[in-house]
């Protein structure tokens, strides 16, 4: 059923796979089997590639949003994932510095744990995922100073950078691990040091949230830079959504007012609105739109984010069908799952959203 190939058509981002849940959030399974076989048609990784966004996880995450995931596409899932645990332990063992793509959401175990957390009942091997995740907030040792256990050798490019970096975002940064164990003690499902570890990772983000990544002259600085634009994938509203997750699963009211409060400051001030420059759901109005709806849903007050939604809803109208791709993340698919308000599905899982 498998190979180790990477056709893009596999990749939930932008090619046919992703384009899929459209299809199923629309009860078109015609249209979802279409895409599904175009996807699958050249086989479907379970290389090193393999992630929440590629291959055989993106697959199972798909099918199961329609309860199709057969028994052989969560073998070929649970192979991916021991074949990442086991890297994951060989690099903890050396006591080296983690790749960003070990643990993200987008390529790592943050976005298999997402996978996993979505089973009915949660996969066996969650508790090993959320171990290794857990293990990042213990602090790391190079070069003759103490890191943050999830501090990169390698720049957000993937190329050696000086001094290294700590990304803080949704998609590729600490925000992600954040989210899905808090997600995961929501549901039920922790492991020792579980709690713990959501508190260094929310504690880390209360300074150094409002850019996009954490550089070695970072640690040192009196205050860090803001970052430039607010998106789902990196700036403060995808760091505040984990935020308020955390301080859901710790019950901690004053985190979770505070988280709430950043993105009804954000989305009402035209200065950082104007940053936002396309329709999408990874930089744009699909995100936000999206991602609100989720804090609206778990605040005590979500009167207080209608407006904020409207103004989203009605900015992701007027530009959506502008964007030249067809796909997912960065696409019309994406942006119409938004338009459509809902997650029948659970769609959002896939953002960490929900």
């Known amino acids: 059923m498998t ?20 299809d199923i959030e629309r009860h078109d399974l015609s249209t979802a089997r279409s895409h ?24 199972e995450f798909v099918l199961a949003r329609a309860n199709g995931a057969g028994d052989d596409v969560r073998s070929a899932v649970d192979r991916v994932v021991d074949a990442r645990l086991a890297a994951a332990r060989r690099r903890q063992a050396a ?58 050798a390698v720049g957000p490019d993937g190329k050696e950078m000086a ?28 492991v020792p040091g579980q709690e713990e570890a959501v508190g260094t990772f929310a504690t880390w983000l209360d300074r150094h949230g409002v850019h996009y990544w954490s550089t070695a002259a970072h640690l040192d600085a009196a205050q860090p830079p803001a970052s430039a634009r607010q998106s789902w994938c990196y700036g403060q509203p995808g760091i505040a959504r984990a935020q308020q997750l955390a301080a859901l ?32 759901l990874c930089h744009g109005w699909a995100g936000l739109l999206t991602l609100t709806r989720a804090v609206a849903a778990d605040s005590p007050s979500p009167d207080r984010f209608t407006p904020i939604i409207q103004d989203l809803h009605r900015r992701l109208t007027a530009d959506w069908e502008h964007l030249p791709k067809p796909g997912f993340m960065e696409g019309r698919a994406g942006a119409q799952l938004a338009l459509h308000a809902t997650d029948t599905t659970g769609w959002s899982r896939a953002l960490l959203l929900t």
């Open 163 to 190: 001094g290294g970096h700590g990304n803080n975002g949704m998609a590729h940064g600490v925000a992600g691990p954040l989210a899905v164990l808090s997600l995961a003690m929501r549901g039920g499902v922790s």
């Open 36 to 59: 599904l076989t175009q996807a699958t048609a050249r086989g479907v990784s379970t290389g090193s590639n393999a992630s929440l966004f590629h291959g055989a996880p993106a697959l």
């Open 95 to 152: 006591g080296a510095l983690p790749h960003l793509a070990e643990w993200d959401l987008i390529r790592g175990l943050t976005g298999l744990a997402a996978l996993l957390l979505s089973r009915k009942p949660p996969a066996p091997r969650l508790p090993d995922v959320l171990a290794v995740l857990v293990a990042l907030a213990r602090p790391a040792h190079s070069d003759g100073r103490m890191l943050p256990g999830w501090w990169s």
């Open 249 to 280: 699963a710790l019950g901690d009211t004053a985190r979770r007012r505070a988280a709430e409060d950043s993105v009804a400051a954000i989305l009402t001030d035209p200065l950082r609105l104007a940053r936002i420059t396309d329709s999408t």
């Open 3 to 22: 190979r180790t190939t990477a056709p893009r058509t596999q990749d939930l981002s932008e090619g046919a796979l992703g384009m899929a849940l459209l």
